[in-house]
């Protein structure tokens, strides 16, 4: 943007500015329609319908940019490349004259076999004969992955705070349903070792809703493809399942590689005894109307 205004001493008269170019900037032709390209447009035909007319370019005007189409009807009609372009009949989207998907629908129709919850749930742990199996990662592998995420974390808190937290907290309730996990399973992507159980994760999702195939933990987007088995949640339930309750479900993971049942602590509320102001209870007065 150029500001004239300082350089102009009476802003009322109307002034020209020219700006000049070594080059002169052309502006990109797009490129043009030959004799004989075949299009095809609604019109209403005898009856009063609306049908396809087929046609085809005869001409075209470089001063106008006007290009002369000539329907099947013998009628003919100016229009510009635009308006071709919106009539235009592709091999890509007909592969034949029929009348362009501009302006039309369709309908898409796929058959599909129901399989309830407990069907995919078998056939995502390999009980059934699929295609497809979720993948199980080693106890060895999650757990060396843990260990060095809880170790670069418990640094950074260190040096920030001079805290001394070498341990992480994991549960072994199912977020989803509050349950104990029994197959525990969590995002190939998921950037949290937290993981939630299969069986409530497939019936969950069997009810068509806006929050459908949605990780427990991070609400991401996961498909069952999408899933792995986690090796170290796997020997945490061998270990601790018979242990665990809704109230005592929290593991603690150290940097060792050992982890513990958290035991429930409980606490002792004393009664604390109130104050109460009693004063010594006056007579009511009596007032005598007779």
């Not at 006007?66 to 009807?73: A, K, S």
């Not at 362009?100 to 629908?105: A, D, F, K």
């Not at 969950?204 to 498909?223: D, H, M, V």
């Not at 005894?273 to 109307?289: A, F, G, M």
Request: hydrophobic content about 35%.
């Amino acid at each position: 943007v150029l500001d004239l205004t300082p350089h102009v001493q009476n802003t009322d008269v109307p002034i020209d500015v020219k700006l000049c170019c070594r080059e002169a900037v052309r502006k990109q032709e797009l490129p043009s329609y030959g004799i004989g390209t075949e299009v095809v447009k609604f019109f209403e035909d005898e009856t009063g319908k609306q049908r396809p007319f087929h046609g085809v370019v005869i001409s075209y005007d470089s001063k106008s940019k006007y290009y002369r189409v000539l329907y099947e009807d013998e009628d003919e009609e100016d229009l510009l490349r635009d308006e071709v372009s919106e009539i235009l009949v592709t091999e890509v989207d007909h592969g034949s004259k029929d009348p362009p998907t501009v302006g039309s629908y369709a309908i898409h129709v796929a058959v599909c076999e129901y399989a309830d919850p407990d069907r995919v749930f078998d056939e995502l742990i390999g009980k059934r004969a699929v295609n497809f199996v979720i993948p199980a990662l080693s106890l060895e592998s999650v757990k060396q992955k843990a260990i060095e995420s809880l170790k670069q974390r418990t640094a950074s808190i260190d040096n920030a705070r001079g805290s001394n937290n070498d341990c992480d907290v994991f549960s072994l309730l199912c977020p989803i349903a509050k349950t104990v996990i029994e197959t525990p399973v969590r995002g190939r992507d998921c950037n949290h070792f937290q993981c939630f159980d299969l069986r409530n994760f497939l019936h969950a999702n069997k009810n068509p809703s806006a929050g459908r195939w949605r990780c427990g933990i991070c609400q991401s987007f996961l498909s069952c493809e999408d899933l792995v088995q986690c090796g170290l949640f796997c020997a945490m339930l061998g270990d601790l399942q018979a242990d665990v309750s809704s109230t005592c479900h929290k593991v603690s993971f150290e940097t060792s590689g050992r982890w513990k049942l958290i035991e429930q602590q409980k606490v002792d509320v004393a009664k604390a005894e109130i104050p109460v102001n009693r004063e010594p209870r006056s007579e009511p007065e009596v007032i005598d109307l007779s």
